[in-house]
């Protein structure tokens, strides 16, 4: 990614509104595919616990292609990347709307670009975190990076909610709800060209950029930046055993929710998520990015303890409604502070290292959530999942509390300045 120094002049806004409208479109995809790909799996007869093992293979193949973006992508202009991403994702769509046995479609849900979880796990974080980066100041970076998660959360929102046309169109039209899921894989092809279309727009790279503004592997945020992975590891395998998908899935089985239901369920939460990101900015603001992400964290995952627990589909609702506005306001926090405590030539390098290995440690979990669904409709995925979590946010606040980035009075990262936990 040679060329993410951009040049001088230019338009630095115009681009962080490309990458935040390719991240929308991307958002809208996983939307309805992490909805429609267990109630296609379900119909075609896979096991839940097959479609766990699918799901891990997603995460886990994500998480490969992520690293070595991250580490070696320096050696190939940004814009090549991504538009590499997108005809990997253009092909995912495509081998979705035919393929039908279980071992052709684990290989494509490991080599592509399918996302379980209606968040954002794809070879795209490191890339466009690090372009977003570049192109706002210090003070504007947390409030960037919120408006890049509200356009991702509120894109999955409306796709969570047009994973219901299958089920309207298909009696209508006099086609099989199969078919019908086939043709939404199609529009996943058309969104795949849309975001491309909106990376062609980006600007040439500065021949004249020095070699300090360039990417590099990671040096002297490397023990920070591997702690940090570290825990956002264990808040990822607990947020496996509650990815959209399994999520969907344990509705579909306790409580026989609709397709439909499910998917307007999903809308409002992806909504008050969406919501959610720009308090958190605010928030951010007045109590710094550590503090947000921890006490807005906690509170959601009691309410993810408690889900199982409640036999009426409506206090279930309800639960669901207040963890989502709580839930997700660490990641535009989070993003930004990764972003913060590093050098910028290490940025694309620091997302990718962080992304990773959640995603890596986040494939093992659906797996074991479809081998627990398997056995019973309480709901032990919902429960492993919010104890794990909690344990992250108690040590993440014991170990990064005091380490502050520039605009809350920290100390800038330099070159040779060896980043320790623990240290402001």
């Not at 360039?214 to 509650?242: H, K, M, Q």
């Not at 999903?266 to 992400?293: D, E, K, P, Y």
């Not at 959530?369 to 979590?389: D, I």
Request: proline letters at 7%; charged letters at 15%; one cysteine or more.
């Amino acid at each position: 990614m040679s060329d993410l120094s951009l040049p001088d002049d230019a338009p630095a806004r115009a681009i962080a509104r490309r990458v935040v409208a390719a991240r929308a479109l991307r958002g809208f995809a996983d939307g309805f595919v992490s909805l429609l790909l267990p109630a296609h799996l379900l119909e075609r007869g896979f096991s839940p616990f097959e479609i766990g093992v699918i799901a891990t293979a997603t995460l886990l193949g994500s998480g490969v292609l992520t690293l070595v973006v991250g580490l070696h992508g320096w050696r190939w202009r940004t814009r090549v990347l991504l538009l590499a991403a997108c005809a990997l994702m253009a092909a995912t769509g495509a081998g979705l709307a035919v393929l039908r046995d279980f071992w052709p479609l684990l290989l494509l849900a490991f080599v592509g670009t399918l996302n379980p979880s209606g968040g954002d796990v794809s070879v795209f974080v490191p890339i466009e975190h690090a372009l977003l980066a570049r192109s706002v100041t210090a003070r504007e970076r947390t409030a960037a990076f919120a408006r890049y998660s509200v356009g991702g959360t509120l894109g999955a929102a409306i796709g969570s909610l047009a994973a219901v046309l299958p089920a309207l169109a298909a009696p209508r039209l006099g086609v099989s709800l199969a078919t019908a899921i086939q043709w939404m894989f199609g529009l996943y092809v058309l969104v795949a060209l849309g975001v491309a279309a909106l990376y062609r727009g980006l600007p040439l790279p500065d021949a004249r950029a020095s070699a300090e503004e360039r990417p590099a592997p990671l040096g002297p945020s490397r023990r920070r930046v591997f702690t940090l992975a570290a825990l956002f590891s264990l808040d990822a395998f607990g947020g496996g055993f509650v990815v959209q998908s399994m999520v969907a899935l344990w509705l579909f089985e306790r409580y026989h929710l609709s397709l439909a239901a499910a998917g307007t369920l999903f809308f409002w939460t992806g909504l008050l998520a969406a919501v959610s990101f720009l308090v958190a900015a605010r928030i951010a603001a007045r109590i710094g990015l550590v503090r947000t992400m921890v006490f807005t964290h906690l509170p959601a995952n009691v309410c993810l303890l408690a889900i199982p627990f409640c036999d009426d589909v409506t206090v279930v609702m309800v639960l669901l409604f207040v963890r989502a506005a709580l839930s997700q306001m660490d990641v535009p926090t989070r993003s930004s502070y990764v972003m913060a405590i590093v050098t910028p030539p290490e940025r694309p390098a620091a997302a990718s290292v962080t992304a990773v290995p959640r995603s890596l440690a986040a494939a093992a979990s659906p797996a074991l959530a479809g081998w627990l669904l398997g056995l019973g409709t309480f709901g032990w995925p919902l429960v492993a999942g919010g104890v794990l979590k909690i344990v992250y946010d108690v040590l993440l606040l014991a170990m990064f509390h005091r380490i502050r980035p520039p605009e809350e009075g920290g100390a800038e990262p330099a070159p040779g300045l060896r980043g320790r936990p623990g240290r402001s």
